[in-house]
């Protein structure tokens, strides 16, 4: 949705998206994209609304899921020296929602730069890996949920595209 311009826009400022998105027309073909209904596809998929997948927007109001906060969850960079909480890194926002029945994890991320990110990572630092299934529900898939000699859930967002958002399902097992 801020997909910023195409080119130069003449005159300047007038068009406030690339020339491939100007056509807003009914069309499946390249050359016509319907991208009024893409757009909406997207965001019920994110949401979970009318779908089989989890339903963020109503966890968002379920008396039964809670906001973590960044003592459970957090930025977080890996250098030589291990892990560290990266307080600096304002453009990988989230939200997580925890079911306090079940256990489960709904994780919504958002890259909020204009830029492609490069291992960014978002670290629950109490949580064990081998205690948690990561299922990528919507949006930006993660090419691998944690590093391997990991041992706590770590996600790595390597190569999130500018302006993009993803919603995981973080099981209990």
Partial sequence: ?????GGDSSPSGTYRCPSLLMNWGPG????????I????????????KNTSD???MSALIDEDYSILDTATLRNAI??????????????LNFIALEDSVSGDILLMVVNDSDDLL??????????M??????????????????PEAETKVVMDFDMIPAFTA???LIELE
């Fill in 1 to 5: 949705m801020m997909s910023g311009n």
């Fill in 118 to 127: 490069s291992h960014d990572y978002i670290k629950f630092p109490d949580y």
């Fill in 54 to 56: 989890p339903s963020y």
């Fill in 78 to 91: 890996h250098d030589v020296s291990g892990w560290h909480q990266d307080t600096s890194n304002d453009y």
């Fill in 129 to 146: 890996k081998e205690d948690y299934t990561i299922s990528w529900v919507a949006g930006f898939e993660l090419d691998t949920d944690t």
């Fill in 166 to 168: 993803s919603l995981y």
């Fill in 28 to 35: 499946l073909e390249s050359r016509n994209p319907d991208m």
């Fill in 37 to 48: 209904d893409r757009l909406f596809d997207q965001i019920q998929s994110l949401s979970g």
